[in-house]
């Protein structure tokens, strides 16, 4: 770097040190680095990864979610009601699948946090509103098909297949970003490595503000 700077470069300069405070706060979308997802600093996590604690390389668990690490919940779960609900049309019958199943792992709180890899003696459990708990009939809907026929059935809700997800730097479906395997998940709403989701917003896969998010597949 020269020792002296052009003006160019002192106009650049100032121009990233105005644009730094975003950085910082994290204004902008984009990784899991200081995400409530980065485990670094958590006490917990004594590997000091950000990955492990979900992830491996070898000899992951046998669950439908890729090369997952920590140890999954084996509880039966009290799924949405639809005799509650004479306005359901989903059939919300089963249990949560594999891709659910990983979050509820840790957010059931019936499994220790720190439970990864090997370990099965941790001794840390979710309470409060991070704990999800076993009892999913108060939350929305997860783990069922939503497709054209749904849609079409219920009548205010978007086509997955034609509706744009309108996430950020994409120009996909609702069905191509946001469903998995063409049902409904906790990661069709939640960005788990918070590459889309705006710091600071819950991990949503889309900012909430002015429900955009449920407006995405509501039509309302
Ligand atoms: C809190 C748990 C968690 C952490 C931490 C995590 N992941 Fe994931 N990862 C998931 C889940 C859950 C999925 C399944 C897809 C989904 O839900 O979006 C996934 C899917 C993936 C996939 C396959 C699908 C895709 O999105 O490309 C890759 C690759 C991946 N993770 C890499 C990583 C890497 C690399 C890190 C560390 C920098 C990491 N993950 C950290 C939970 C996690
Ligand atoms: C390894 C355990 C683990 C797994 C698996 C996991 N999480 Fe988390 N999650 C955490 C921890 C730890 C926090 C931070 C809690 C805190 O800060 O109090 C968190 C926070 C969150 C938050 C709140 C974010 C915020 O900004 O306040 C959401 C939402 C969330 N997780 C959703 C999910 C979803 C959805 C999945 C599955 C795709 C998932 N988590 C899988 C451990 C996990
Ligand atoms: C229909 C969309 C949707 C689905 C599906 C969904 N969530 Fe959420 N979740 C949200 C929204 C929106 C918030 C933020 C609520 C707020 O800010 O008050 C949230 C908040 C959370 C939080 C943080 C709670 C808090 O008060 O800080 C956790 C943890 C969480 N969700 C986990 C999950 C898990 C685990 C699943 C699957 C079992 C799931 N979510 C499914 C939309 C969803
Ligand atoms: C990725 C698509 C998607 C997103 C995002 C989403 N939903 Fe849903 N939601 C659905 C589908 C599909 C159903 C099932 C509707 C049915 O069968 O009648 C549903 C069901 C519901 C129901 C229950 C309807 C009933 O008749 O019992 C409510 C209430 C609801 N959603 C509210 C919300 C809210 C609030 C948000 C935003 C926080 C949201 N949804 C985000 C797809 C979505």
Redo the contacts with the bound molecule.
């Keep these: 770097m020269p020792a002296v700077l052009t003006i160019k470069e002192k106009m650049l300069l100032v121009l990233m040190m105005l644009l730094l405070p975003f950085f910082v706060s994290g204004a902008s979308a984009g990784t899991i680095i200081g995400s409530a997802h980065d485990f670094r600093t958590y006490m917990w996590n004594d590997s000091g990864e950000i990955c492990l604690p979900c992830h491996t390389p070898h000899n992951a668990k046998n669950i439908i979610a890729p090369l997952w690490n920590h140890e999954v919940s084996t509880e039966t779960y009290i799924m949405y009601d639809s005799s509650q609900s004479p306005t359901l049309d989903a059939d919300v019958s089963s249990q949560?699948d594999g891709i659910?199943k990983i979050?509820?792992s840790c957010?059931d709180g019936t499994v220790a946090i720190e439970n990864f890899g090997n370990r099965t003696d941790g001794t840390i459990f979710f309470f409060g509103?991070?704990k999800?708990g076993t009892d999913?009939s108060n939350?929305?809907p997860?783990s069922f098909p939503y497709d054209t026929s749904l849609a079409t059935t219920d009548g205010e809700l978007y086509d997955p297949t034609t509706k744009l997800s309108g996430l950020i730097g994409s120009t996909g479906t609702i069905n191509d970003d946001m469903l998995f395997g063409g049902r409904?998940?906790?990661s069709?709403?939640?960005d788990v490595h918070n590459t889309k989701a705006v710091f600071g917003t819950?991990l949503?896969l889309k900012d909430?503000a002015g429900s955009a998010?449920?407006l995405t597949c509501h039509n309302k």
Excluded: F, G, R, T
């Design positions: 949560p659910s979050c509820l957010h509103p991070m999800i999913l939350d929305h997860i409904m998940e906790c069709s709403c939640h819950k949503l909430n998010l449920c």
